[in-house]
């Protein structure tokens, strides 16, 4: 597809040749925020849903060392977390509700709480409630003079935080990983990265298996066995385990070989920071787990392309064996504060 300019001449878009693919290439760069990405999508606004609720990790544990403070962005606002004194994070957003200024930028932590640097207001780290003014000339606080905050739990090495449009409580919790810190189990590594898609469309590929020979060059298309109990969901085959805890957060098992936990993030409607984390049995001696937890960071490489330049179909036409993307659409829903349009069943 090209453009034309006002010369005439043609103009392609992107900045680089199109990939050859059957299979896609695999290109590690990718995983690299500086990468230059190809995008002839000129399609904006691609996804009909909104931001999903969830558990969503924002940190590694022990990114944010007490008394630290970081500026995030993640669920389509500026964010402040910072772990209190006594070691635990917390994320708030980022704005005094007093006059405006970013708590991240000069804010100090003291105990459990941050402090606003423009003007001193204390804010609590777990209810958001404003503690402390310190210049008001009387002891009532206004009942408004608060921050947002997030449930926050730490869990298999991450920090999660719940993200919920209306506000709503949890309504599932974070599994807790066995293999991790397991003395049979090798400790972990972690990779991260950045891709131009969302949650929704990221899970959408366990259940598209003509994918994996297309894509990814298998030798055939694989077969699964489709499991769905409430917010869980599991796609399994005597190879392969993918355990799905709410959309965004996945647990996968290779037996005996490899257990890696992943964790989709929503930076707004439209991209989202991955994080995957891995472990192997300690059987398996020294390096493999990094082979293994490569081959699995380089396969998705071969995604990336596609994701950053394919569209939402919301009434896909599917053939008879893609019945599960279908009841994937169906699951992921009840994530969304707001009715979404859902393929015909």
């Known amino acids: 597809m090209a453009t034309t300019d006002t010369l005439g001449s043609s103009v392609g878009l992107g900045d680089e040749a ?28 691609r ?15 022990g990114e944010i060392l007490p008394g630290e403070i970081k500026a995030l962005h993640y669920f389509g606002q500026d964010l402040v977390a910072f772990a209190g004194e006594d070691g635990l994070v917390h994320l708030a957003e980022a704005y005094c509700p007093h006059l405006g200024a970013h708590l991240a930028v000069g804010g100090k932590v003291e105990g459990d709480c941050i402090r606003c640097p423009f003007h001193g207001w204390k804010f609590d780290g777990t209810s958001g409630a404003c503690t ?114 709410g959309l965004g957060l996945g647990v996968v098992r290779v037996p005996n070989v490899l257990t890696f936990l992943s964790s989709v993030t929503p930076i707004d409607e439209d991209n989202v920071h991955i994080r995957w984390i891995f472990t192997a049995p300690t059987s398996l001696g020294a390096g493999v787990l990094e082979k293994i937890a490569e081959s699995f960071t380089l396969g998705v490489t071969q995604d990336v392309p596609i994701w950053e330049n394919k569209v939402f179909r919301p009434r896909p036409i599917l053939t008879k064996g893609e019945s599960g993307i279908i009841a994937h659409r169906n699951w992921c829903a009840q994530f969304y504060s707001t009715p979404v349009e859902l393929p015909d069943q």
């Open 47 to 61: 996804f009909p849903f909104p931001l999903p609720n969830g558990w969503f990790a924002i940190a590694r544990v």
């Open 18 to 45: 199109l990939p050859v693919g059957f299979p896609m290439p695999r290109r590690p760069e990718l995983l690299h925020a500086s990468t230059p990405r190809l995008r002839v999508r000129t399609v904006e606004h």
């Open 132 to 245: 402390e003014i310190p210049y008001a000339t009387t002891e009532r606080i206004p009942s408004r003079a608060a921050v947002r905050t997030f449930p926050m739990v730490e869990r298999n090495g991450l920090v999660f935080a719940w993200h919920h449009l209306d506000g709503g409580a949890p309504f599932y919790e974070v599994p807790d990983v066995a293999e991790f810190g397991s003395a049979d189990w090798q400790p972990m590594i972690m990779s991260d990265f950045v891709i131009a898609t969302s949650c929704q469309e990221m899970a959408e590929n366990n259940h598209d298996f003509a994918h994996f020979k297309y894509v990814h060059g298998t030798d055939e298309i694989p077969d699964g066995e489709e499991h769905i109990d409430g917010t869980y969901k599991r796609v399994s085959n005597p190879n392969l385990e993918r355990e799905t805890f």
